[in-house]
């Protein structure tokens, strides 16, 4: 799921700056997931922009904010409450906050920081596990991304820093290469890190993506 956090109020109010009458737009995926922009937090916005002076013509937790046509359409339905908006405030992640961007000339709000593509321990607690590099290497890495948990995205590891196992930049935590290595011994699989790992194709996750699946 897309991690997110709710921007200071300060820094919201900023981005509103000359506009009286808000309408606040939240999620019902991830970003209520991470308590950030569902039903609950959408009402409370709904009351601080009030005791800050705003007018809030109305809200909408959309199902999918990251589904462009049903953004679009759930937008639509909501009607003079939308159009007599002069600005939309989106607690959603940065694809939600561009679903609706993409159909509208009234200026649109971020309201959320969009951190990472985490994995969840527990409610409310998230691990970054994958950052997206477009060429997943978990085949010959045992299953343990180096590009995410190493904090230096290498490769060929460990590097010369680790010590007894830690991570020279993060001593709290296991080498992300001696992790990948104990485990490929305990599966009897060493054979992979005998050969070096070429350098990264940078062109597998150049921007903008796009993809297309024939169903
Ligand atoms: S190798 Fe790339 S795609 Fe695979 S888990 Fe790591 S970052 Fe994600
Ligand atoms: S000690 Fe291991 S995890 Fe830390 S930076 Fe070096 S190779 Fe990466």
Do not use: Y
Request: proline share 4%; aromatic share 4%; glycine share 10%.
């Amino acid at each position: 799921m897309i991690v997110s956090r709710q921007k200071p109020f300060t820094d919201i109010l900023a981005a509103l700056d000359g506009v009286s009458r808000v309408f606040v737009i939240g999620c019902a995926k991830c970003a209520t997931v991470c308590k950030a922009g569902g039903e609950e937090q959408v009402w409370q916005m709904q009351e601080r922009l009030t005791e800050a002076g705003r007018e809030v013509t109305g809200s909408i937790v959309i199902d999918e904010a990251c589904h462009l046509l049903r953004v679009q359409r759930d937008l639509r339905a909501k009607g003079e409450m939308v159009r007599s908006a002069e600005a939309l405030l989106v607690l959603a992640c940065g694809a939600g906050v561009q679903s609706v961007s993409a159909g509208t000339d009234k200026r649109t709000v971020a309201g959320l920081d969009t951190l990472f593509l985490g994995n969840i321990r527990r409610f409310g607690q998230f691990e970054q596990r994958c950052s997206l590099c477009g060429a997943c290497r978990l085949n010959e890495t045992a299953g343990i991304c180096p590009v995410t948990l190493c904090p230096k995205g290498i490769l060929n590891g460990p590097c010369g820093g680790m010590d007894e196992g830690r991570c020279e930049v993060n001593p709290n935590a296991e080498c992300a290469w001696h992790q990948i290595f104990t485990r490929l011994q305990g599966q009897a699989e060493a054979g992979p890190l005998a050969d070096t790992t070429p350098p990264a194709d940078f062109s597998a996750s150049s921007r903008p993506a796009d993809l297309k699946l024939d169903t």
